[in-house]
T-cell receptor, first 116, second 113 residues
């Protein structure tokens, strides 16, 4: 069975602070994908990044960066110099197994509030 | 290009009624998946359809059913609605079966009273 845990239910920061959202996953499969999605108040899930289990390189995209560590089964997401527009719910998700790729297992989500 | 479109955006139903939610995937996408997101939780997988065949089913009762049409649009049906079915229902479309690049619609917010 697959499981994703986002231990931080809510995070509140002031604009320009850096913030890290934690994600820990569980799977017995050796091949899997990890995702981060952003959900603004409108409800739509916005794709941010996908990582496969064979690629442990960290990635940076503008103010966003991701740290994937298989040794600790973690896929953490950092926003540098946060902005008010970053306020949203962020979900980490996992799809795993040859027959299970079509199914995304989501964490509970982290509510990020960035204050001006 | 149009994204994933879902209709209606909001819906209020009474317990025991039936509801049909609709999803049009991005052009060229053959996979449609449905998720239920209860307030304060992450989305839960309900179904995946690919090339008009069911390819995956989550842990939901038989009151939930779905189908995919030749144009790859999809319907999610829920019978005998319960208060607990109140949620945001999200549709995701993908070009491939493995959903490695899934795009979500804005969702249908269903309220059961």
């Amino acid at each position: 069975a697959q499981k994703v845990t986002q231990a931080q239910t809510e995070i509140s920061v002031v604009e320009k602070e850096d913030v890290t959202l934690d994600c820990v996953y569980e799977t017995r499969d050796t091949t899997y994908y990890l995702f981060w999605y952003k959900q603004p108040p409108s409800g739509e899930l916005v794709f941010l990044i996908r990582r496969n289990s064979f690629d442990e390189q960290n990635e940076i995209s503008g103010r966003y960066s991701w740290n994937f560590q298989k040794s600790t089964s973690s896929f953490n997401f950092t926003i540098t110099a946060s902005q008010v527009v970053d306020s949203a719910v962020y979900f980490c998700a996992l799809s795993a197994g040859w027959l299970g790729y079509g199914k995304l297992t989501f964490g509970q989500g982290t509510i990020l509030t960035v204050h001006p | 290009d149009a994204g994933v479109t879902q209709s209606p955006t909001h819906l209020i139903k009474t317990r025991g009624q039936h509801v049909t939610l609709r999803c049009s995937p991005i052009s060229g996408h053959k996979s449609v998946s449905w998720y239920q997101q209860v307030l304060g939780q992450g989305p839960q997988f309900i179904f995946q359809y690919y090339e008009k065949e069911e390819r995956g089913r989550g842990n939901f009762p038989d009151r939930f059913s779905a189908r995919q049409f030749p144009n790859y649009s999809s319907e999610l049906n829920v019978n005998a609605l319960l208060l607990g079915d109140s949620a945001l229902y999200l549709c995701a479309s993908s070009r491939t079966l493995d959903n490695t690049e899934a795009f979500f619609g804005q969702g249908t917010r269903l309220t059961v009273v």
